[in-house]
């Protein structure tokens, strides 16, 4: 639906501004050119809470998205 699309739209330009924040929770080790596997519950709830889509939704954008969003 149109509604799923720009949710969709909205969680891409949200998920690629708190990228140093993403980084600081990762462990130090991390490569910081590849995107985490999972976010943190903190940025999960910034983006639910930015995009109108749950949690569990965040994480599914998250897996699919990823590498676009962190390129």
């Known amino acids: ?3 799923s699309l720009t ?9 690629t501004q708190p990228k140093n ?4 929770v ?3 080790l991390s490569p910081t ?5 999972v976010l943190s519950p903190a ?7 930015g995009c109108p889509i749950s949690p569990a939704e965040v994480n ?5 998205l990823k590498d676009v969003i962190w390129s």
């Not at 949710?7 to 998920?15: E, R, Y």
């Not at 924040?21 to 600081?24: A, P, Q, R, S, T």
């Not at 050119?33 to 596997?37: G, I, N």
């Open 21 to 24: 924040d993403i980084i600081l």
């Open 43 to 49: 940025v999960t709830v910034f983006l639910s809470a």
């Open 26 to 28: 990762e462990p130090s």
């Open 33 to 37: 050119s590849d995107p985490p596997f």
């Open 7 to 15: 949710s969709l739209f909205q969680f891409i330009t949200l998920a």
């Open 60 to 64: 599914d954008a998250w897996s699919l």
């Open 1 to 3: 639906s149109n509604t």
